[in-house]
């Protein structure tokens, strides 16, 4: 759901920087993250109640413990999404691309080393694969993050404007239609 809606602000971004409104990326950017966080908001309640939902469904209780317990770890994810999704579409829209690659290569490199790591070696079990999983999606979402805000776009970030708060209905419209496309 938030890939489709993250893939709005492709649409965006790819306009402006067509037009060469280049400080609008950031804005469209800006927007995408307030209606991506308010719908990770709303789906918050979904990870917190997983175990007795699954249960009111007829789930093995066993199963459906562990599964609110990966549920919890999995509001980390969630978040990380809004960064990544929205962050590689502003990359891609200004052919960056490989600031995207080095820092996925990094990526995998870190989780298979932590994955090992807090599972084999510290015995961390499920807790430790989790942890890992979560770091490995944070760790990207960093380094974009810092090449977008301290000079990597210097053409396209501006750093963070009340403008990113105007005119999200249209944003909204257009993420809902994205996501109800990719859904």
């Known amino acids: ?3 489709g809606m993250a893939s709005a602000l492709e649409t965006l971004c790819g306009q402006a920087f067509g037009a060469k409104q280049y400080h609008m990326l950031g804005i469209y950017l800006q927007r995408s993250w307030i209606v991506l966080f308010a719908t990770a908001l709303c789906l918050l309640p979904i990870y917190i109640f997983t175990t007795p939902i699954l249960i009111a469904l007829g789930q093995d209780e066993t199963i459906a413990t562990v599964a609110g ?3 919890y770890w999995f509001i980390g994810i969630v978040f990380s999404f809004i960064v990544s999704f929205t962050c590689q579409m502003f990359l891609q829209a200004q052919s960056k ?3 995207i690659a080095y820092l996925a290569a990094f990526s995998i490199g ?3 080393c932590l994955s090992w790591l807090l599972t084999v070696k510290l015995k961390y079990g499920l807790s430790g694969a ?3 999983t979560i770091l490995a ?3 990207p979402n960093i380094g974009q993050l810092l090449f977008v805000t301290c000079g990597g776009c210097k ?3 501006k750093g963070f404007s009340m403008l990113a708060f105007k005119d999200l209905m249209p944003v909204v419209k257009l993420s809902l239609s994205s996501g109800a496309m990719l859904w």
């Open 110 to 112: 870190i989780h298979i």
């Open 1 to 3: 759901m938030q890939l």
């Open 137 to 139: 999606y944070w760790i």
């Open 130 to 132: 989790l942890l890992s």
């Open 69 to 71: 317990y990966i549920s």
């Open 155 to 157: 053409d396209t970030w």
């Open 97 to 99: 691309n490989m600031i």
